[in-house]
């Protein structure tokens, strides 16, 4: 069902929490306590709003939060247990769809980050489009910040809720970020730039006033010119 924020403006707390149910995995409180911020000029105001009651309700109460999600590929998956929205997520991203091989190093990756962090590894797998990374980009990106320290590694799961929350916000709501996917666009036309040897190892460097750094001047200049 959408919703529309004349909806959620005019209605009371209980309501109001409801009708944002599963924005935040597992953890109402957070729209109960934006409830009092009404009116929400926009679903981004909204988002806005959230994000300040997470920030401003302290490390153990986001921790909390970040251990409320499941596992990517994990036992709520294999059992059936996800929900609604999780199910979703990870079925863009074919994690049900697992080779073998695949499900093992997930499993394995799944382990070895819980035993140095002590939550579950975020990651928003529908991606920046919202139609789902591919297997291979998600187990990348996990073999990657098993590296990072435990407090950038906290902030970055935080930083994937909440665009897990855009993402759910946005199907609740019936918006469609085309402005987003244009930008996104044009990001990825200038990613097809990159100075030699990176370029060759499919890698992005771009560095002062090399041809990659030229190309992407004269891109930029033939938008302006069209806007």
């Known amino acids: 069902m959408t919703i529309t924020l004349e909806q959620l403006n005019a209605a009371g707390q209980a309501e109001f929490t409801a009708l944002l149910d599963g924005s935040y995995e597992h953890s109402p409180w957070v729209a109960e306590r934006a409830w009092a911020q009404r009116p929400f000029k926009s679903v981004a105001h909204l988002q806005h709003s959230m994000v300040q009651v997470l920030r401003e309700a302290g490390r153990e109460a986001q921790l909390r939060l970040i251990r409320a999600h499941p596992e990517l590929a994990g036992k709520a998956m294999v059992s059936k247990s996800l929900t609604a929205e999780s199910t979703h997520e990870q079925g863009k991203a074919g994690l049900a769809d697992c080779t073998p091989a695949e499900f093992a190093r997930i499993q394995q990756l799944n382990a070895a980050y819980n035993d140095k962090f002590g939550w579950p590894f975020i990651l928003a797998v529908r991606g920046p489009r919202g139609t789902g990374l591919t297997r291979h980009q998600i187990i990348d990106t996990f073999a ?10 906290f902030a970055e799961c935080l930083r994937n809720i909440h ?6 916000l946005a199907d609740k709501f019936g918006l469609a970020p085309t402005l987003g996917a244009q930008a996104w666009d044009c990001v990825e036309l200038l990613a097809t730039w990159s100075d030699p040897p990176w370029a060759e190892r499919g890698e992005l460097t771009v560095t002062y006033l090399t041809e990659a750094h030229r190309a992407c001047q004269r891109q930029l200049l033939r938008w302006m010119g069209e806007c």
Do not use: G, S, T
């Open 144 to 153: 990657r910040r098993l590296d990072h320290p435990a407090d950038f590694e």
């Open 163 to 168: 665009r897990i929350v855009e993402l759910r």
